[in-house]
């Protein structure tokens, strides 16, 4: 089955700087991968998504780049807020919701 | 507000109890899945119903049983619970078919004395 690792596990920035989330998945039949955004007390909400035909959507703050030969996508957040302090969690699926398998997590935190 | 609603948000039970959680969405959604969400680990899926047919994960533990009376609620019943199952216990919804987003409720929080 589809291995999703994704690292940092805790990533600390500056105010205004950018922050960048890693991800690796397994499985090079999977061509879905969202980012969900998790703040404190509520459920993940999907924030981003790419599949596997484009390399790069952008979204204002926040990018999504995939390489599928080296099985690997990132989410960029530039200009990084408060209100982005949060824990990510990458995805990768055949393309179907009820086959997501999750990262582990990344806590964002911004310093103010 | 995601349209996903879960009740109770917050259950302490002992390990002889009988206890259920509910799920309810307002998406006109019709897969319903049952996540486990537990510190420093993936979120693990648990069930899945999509068209009232459940798919499960054969390493849940049979003292977890869902059920799935419609394609607007869900229920997870819980009984002889361990303490290693204190976890948030995630419900989300999607649309089959669709983009395969997941709206997920704000989970309830579980606790196992």
Known sequence: GENVEQHPSTLSVQEGDSAVIKC???????????WYKQELGKGPQLIIDIRSNVGEKKDQRIAVTLNKTAKHFSLHI??????DSAVYFCAASLGGADGLTF???????IQP | ETGVTQ???HLVMGMTNKKSLKCEQHLGHNAMYWYKQSAKKPLELMFVYNFKEQTENNSVPSRFSPECPNSSHLFLHLHT???????LYLCASSLEGSTGELFFGEGSRLTVL
């Open chain 1, 24 to 34: 690796t998945y397994s499985d090079s039949a999977s061509n879905y991968f969202p």
């Open chain 1, 78 to 83: 530039t200009e990084t807020q408060p209100e």
């Open chain 1, 103 to 109: 990262g582990k997590g990344t806590h964002l935190i």
């Open chain 2, 7 to 9: 009740t109770p948000r």
């Open chain 2, 81 to 87: 619970l361990q303490p290693e199952d204190s976890a």
